[in-house]
């Protein structure tokens, strides 16, 4: 089965400097997506960015980019020139393409930016 | 933008009781979907839903859930005799299409409470 694994349950950054939110994953897929979804305090799920694992070029959102390490399984999130509304729980999710319509996803990341 | 919309945003009940959860997806998407997420664990699909019938369902997706579509744009989540475990936040989402790559739209959950 597909697992998502968040290792770092919390992160801080000062505003304007860089984080790096980890994310690993276990997949006998060779097609997937990998997504990253932010919950503010609103809860309201919103996505940040996605990859698809065909593509080796690391996807990139503004301020939001991924590392994305097939070989290693592992998808990190990097966001520069952190502001405060960037303060949110992180989630990393996989989706497959032959395993049928779920995501998976992992426990989440809280970050708070610290002014 | 459009946004997937769930009533109630808190639920409170009785353990046994029934409970119905509303989600008003985003008018134009033809794919629903409830996750859950258990207080510090993982967001866990339940059920997809395309053309007014359950595509997949998960194991935690019993004889006492099912979701219905009762007119044009409600989908809602049904929790026949609700037990101390169903207590989580439940998500509905939304897509426009099908397929590995395609984005959900996260509603802002409902947290259900069962005492």
């Known amino acids: 089965a597909q697992t998502v694994t968040q290792s770092q349950p919390e992160m801080s950054v000062q505003e304007a400097e860089t984080v790096t939110l980890s994310c690993t994953y276990d997949?006998?897929?060779?097609?997937?997506?990998l997504f990253w979804y932010k919950q503010p305090p609103s809860r309201q799920m919103i996505l940040v960015i996605r990859q698809e694992a065909y593509k080796q070029q690391n996807a990139t959102e503004n301020r939001f980019s991924v590392n994305f390490q097939k070989a290693a399984k592992s998808f990190s999130l990097k966001i520069s020139d952190s502001q405060l509304g960037d303060a949110a729980m992180y989630f990393c999710?996989?989706?497959?393409?032959?395993?049928?319509?779920?995501?998976?996803f992992g426990t989440g990341t809280s970050l708070t930016v610290i002014p | 933008e459009p946004e997937v919309t769930q009533t109630p945003s808190h639920q409170v009940t009785q353990m046994g009781q029934e409970v119905i959860l509303r989600c008003v997806p985003i008018?134009?998407?033809?794919?629903f979907y409830w996750y859950r997420q258990i207080l510090g664990q993982k967001v866990e699909f339940l059920v997809s839903f395309y053309n007014n019938e359950i595509s997949e369902k998960s194991e935690i997706f019993d004889d006492q859930f099912s979701v219905e579509r009762p007119d044009g744009s409600n989908f809602t989540l049904k929790i026949r005799s609700t037990k101390l475990e169903d207590s989580a936040m439940y998500f509905c989402a939304s897509s426009e299409e099908q397929g590995a790559g395609e984005k959900l739209f996260f509603g802002s959950g409902t947290q259900l409470s069962v005492l």
């Open positions: 997949t006998s897929e060779s097609d997937y997506y």
């Open positions: 008018s134009n998407h033809l794919y």
């Open positions: 999710a996989y989706r497959g393409t032959n395993t049928g319509n779920q995501f998976y």
